[in-house]
């Protein structure tokens, strides 16, 4: 399932072995949370141990030097071998500990998703070291992808730092305090109420690595590539290595790199390309060097998006060698492309221009939570490029590191985004108290971190800032922006404004005009004017929200309407219609910015929309007491199920795609001889409907930006509804609804019947209530429980229903407009048949089965 690491890949290749080790280490933890604190501990208490760590990423601002006096906690039980945690849960990282719920956790609002996400969690794990990690002649350090959030570490009772903010990527030395034998890990988490505007998640939610290298090695996110001057016949690659010496004694090293193309699967050839020729330094104990180089690759592989360009790869391995002795191996995956930001074009890649279709999408990984899973995580990226997406949003923070890898390998464009606020709060416990201290680190960092990455293709400083208009937003923008092109002079900077004018300091100060929602009614236009010689793109658009399946009635007239109790939304049930007209207020349907785009402003680099998926938390606009636990905005509901809005974008993405998909279902006993309208989705040219073989009409398409083909007045009569498109005069598709009948049965189908047996992998299992000709029974809410045999277990459920307050770890489950899925893992080296059951009252229960490997 796409590409392993870096180093992984070098062994299969047959190339040298790598001298660095990196291990994970998810494995066999005990954690316990604490809802009040159990050791009068704090970020105040703990903050002069935790600065330090972030003097490497402090440039502009002061650096911290490592306190006096005795480091908190060495008196805490937890912290000490002989404490006794057996009674303390077991878990594997990646962890978030608020997704089992249950839901209604006090002083968790519905725009947290009302899981238990705050207090205090304490994770314990030994680790075993030989007397050669402990020689004196390497460092050992501690790699945290993420951590979610106030995290401290101590190692043998010594704390050695830490990191505040849940989404950065850092690291600690645990050289010093390391010991043969066993050694006992404690890592403290604290999680206030009102720290975010979604679902946080809480815990070591991303991997946790431990990484053994010589004293003397390239430090950490110690490369930087770039390639400056890109044709058909050559490419310069340029490459930035920073070393470290960690020893007593000075170091002479010397410093090579060469170059191999990856295959399709992301293996490296055996011959390199190119090589950058070796650098010799003196390293002094205790310094930082950054040694450049250079080198030119004949007839490059480019990187670029499908479907007109191919992501093609490759793989810097930088080799350091003291004497004639290899001494650590560091390995830099990239691509090579060129970027124009045009403000008449948009966005060209390779010099073609790419309209961005993107989505903005939070962490979250639905019924699994912010707990990053690999399986999880390219299911939803697939499902997305089947619709037609090219582009990803990481709303509003820092992704795992390996979302960009998966985007790296698919072609997918991302814009990266660092932070929701800045010094002005948006809620009261959330990244403005850190702001002062942190957003130069973490700023720093992030960049560090992604800038390899050839999907990256746009740096976001900020999302919906408060006080746009205001001097400071300016003032801390600038500073912000100077920070990016300080790290990364290749990409081009922009913050996402939903209420900033063009007359305002803010959008000056970065590179392109991100605008939220504002272009939907006509602000794209004044800012091109305004900022002629910038590029404009819809950050964030549309904000259409939606229950799948659900269709209410009576149904607008207009392409575009703001939902109401009148038409689009039930206040009793919670659901708002799948026509996919409605929107909040702010923002606009599909349809209006498509219209917005087409037609008025063709220099509109293309558009990122409010949400790929549905998530956790801001369920708009049913977040009150006693409201719902998820948004609705999702073009894919919570369970990865497809709203209609899927096949909506479809057709204007994926134009050249046969499609035409047909809405509503076609099962309303109630409404027999009632106005019951039908809409259809596509690119075609025209559409003709017919009902039980009557044609309804011939239509042809609306214009420019309207992929939308209503027929308003049909009658409902029970039976058959079918939809067929037509280019050129010619059957181009079709799509067609029946009447179901009573529900008699259990579909049951899985989406990949063969995972790894690593404990890790996932299946997504299926469930569809099915009258006995096999059609969904489209309204059927039948509770499914759930049932595993063999060598593997039940890990959740869910049905994509935004009110379903089902802890996600039940086996049991509603069915949502007919359908349930259940989320299923091998167990860790677990191999064979799993077989999963799927049972309800009254009907003949289904089962598919799973191969574990």
């Known amino acids: 399932m796409f590409a392993l690491a870096p180093l992984a890949l070098l062994a299969l290749a047959g190339l040298a072995s790598a001298e660095r080790v990196r291990t994970s280490l998810n494995d066999g933890w005990r954690f316990a949370r604490f809802t009040t604190n159990p050791d009068s501990l704090s970020y105040s208490v703990l903050q002069p141990w935790m600065m330090p760590l972030a003097n490497d990423f402090i440039v502009t601002g002061t650096k911290y030097p490592a306190p006096s006096g005795t480091a908190p906690g060495p008196n ?32 968790i609002s519905g725009g947290m998703g009302r899981l238990p996400t705050n207090g205090v969690g304490w994770y314990r794990k030994t680790l075993t070291a030989t007397a050669d990690d402990v020689d004196g002649t390497k460092s050992i350090f501690l790699d945290v992808d993420g951590s979610m959030s106030y995290t401290a570490v101590w190692l043998n009772g010594n704390l050695l730092g830490g990191w505040p903010w849940g989404y950065a990527s850092w690291r600690l030395d645990l050289t010093k305090h390391l010991r043969a034998g066993n050694n006992t890990l404690a890592i403290r988490l604290d999680n206030p109420v009102e720290n975010s505007r979604w679902y946080p998640g809480a815990g070591i939610y991303r991997n946790l690595w431990i990484v053994k290298v010589d004293k003397a090695h390239v430090a950490q996110f110690g490369t930087y590539i770039t390639t400056p001057a890109v044709s058909t016949t050559s490419a310069t690659v340029n490459l930035v290595v920073q070393v470290e010496n960690l020893g007593t004694a000075t170091r002479q090293v010397d410093v090579t790199t060469t170059i191999y193309p990856l295959d399709a699967a992301g293996i490296p050839a055996t011959a390199p390309v190119a090589t950058i020729k070796t650098t010799t330094a003196s390293l002094p104990a205790g310094a930082k060097l950054s040694l450049n180089g250079s080198a030119t690759i004949a007839n490059p592989r480019l990187w670029g998006p499908p479907p007109t360009q191919t992501p093609n790869l490759y793989l810097a391995v930088t080799t350091l060698t003291s004497g004639t002795t290899a001494i650590d191996t560091y390995t830099t995956r990239f691509g090579i492309r060129t970027i124009t930001y045009s403000p008449t074009q948009g966005l060209l890649l390779n010099s073609e221009r790419i309209p961005i279709r993107g989505t903005c999408n939070h962490h979250d990984l639905g019924a699994l939570g912010a707990a990053y899973n690999h399986a999880a995580t390219v299911r939803q990226l697939t499902t997305l490029v089947a619709m037609g997406t090219n582009a990803l949003r990481t709303s509003h923070n820092p992704p795992a590191p390996e979302l960009l890898d998966l985007a790296d390998t698919l072609g997918l464009l991302v814009l990266d985004e660092a932070f929701d606020c800045w010094s002005t709060s948006k809620t009261k416990n959330d990244y403005h108290l850190l702001f002062p201290a942190w957003h130069e680190p973490d700023l720093r960092s992030f960049l560090r971190r992604d800038r390899n990455h050839p999907s990256v293709v746009f740096w976001s400083i900020g999302n919906e ?389």
């Open 76 to 107: 805490i039980s937890y912290v000490q071998a002989s404490f006794n945690d057996n009674a303390w849960q077991q878990v594997d990282l990646p962890h978030d500990w608020a997704i089992a719920g249950p839901f209604g956790a006090p002083g």
């Open 465 to 853: 800032i408060p006080d746009q208009g205001s001097a400071l937003a300016a003032r801390e923008g600038a500073a912000l922006t100077a920070i990016v092109r300080q790290e990364d002079s290749t990409r081009q900077v922009t913050t996402a404004m939903n209420a900033a004018s063009e007359k305002d300091a803010l959008p000056g100060t970065v590179d392109i005009i991100g605008l939220n929602y504002q272009g939907e009614y006509g602000s794209y236009a004044a800012f091109h004017d305004k900022f002629p010689g910038k590029m404009v793109m819809g950050s964030e658009t549309a904000s259409c929200i939606s229950s799948r399946g659900t269709y209410l009635f009576p149904v607008s007239t207009s392409n575009n309407a703001r939902y109401s109790a009148a038409g689009g939304a039930d206040a009793t049930t919670k659901y708002i219609s799948a026509y996919e007209l409605g929107n909040p207020g702010w923002g606009g349907s599909a349809d209006a910015v498509f219209v917005a785009q087409e037609r008025g402003s063709p220099w509109v680099a293309g558009e990122f929309v409010w949400t790929g998926f549905d998530y956790l938390g801001e369920p708009t606009p049913y977040g009150g007491n006693g409201g719902a636990r998820s948004s609705y905005f999702g073009i894919v509901d919570l369970a990865g199920f497809k709203k209609d809005r899927f096949w909506l974008y479809q057709a204007r993405w994926k134009g050249e795609q046969a499609m035409v998909h047909l809405l509503p279902h076609w099962t309303w006993p109630e409404r027999t001889g009632q106005v019951t309208p039908v809409h259809v989705f596509s690119a075609a040219d025209e559409v003709e409907v017919l009902v039980n073989g009557v044609s309804q009409g011939r239509k042809k398409k609306g214009g420019a930006g309207v992929y939308r083909f209503r027929w308003d007045e049909v009658k409902y009569a029970a039976g058959e509804v079918v939809a067929v498109g037509y280019k050129g005069g010619k059957e181009w598709a079709r799509d067609v609804r029946r009447t179901a009948g009573r529900a008699t049965g259990l579909g049951v189908s899985v989406e990949r019947a063969v995972i790894d047996g690593d404990g890790r992998d996932l299946a997504f299992v299926t469930v569809e209530v099915v009258d006995e000709k096999g059609v969904v029974v489209p309204r059927a809410n039948n509770t499914v429980t759930f049932e595993v045999a063999g060598p593997g277990k039940l890990v959740a459920t869910d049905n994509g229903d935004p009110t379903d307050m089902t802890a996600f770890p039940s086996a049991s489950r509603k069915a949502f407009s007919g359908l349930v899925l259940a989320i299923v893992k091998a167990d860790k080296g677990g191999r064979g048949q799993i077989t999963v059951t799927a049972k309800a009252e009254g009907v003949k229960q289904g089962q598919v089965v799973i191969t574990a490997k």
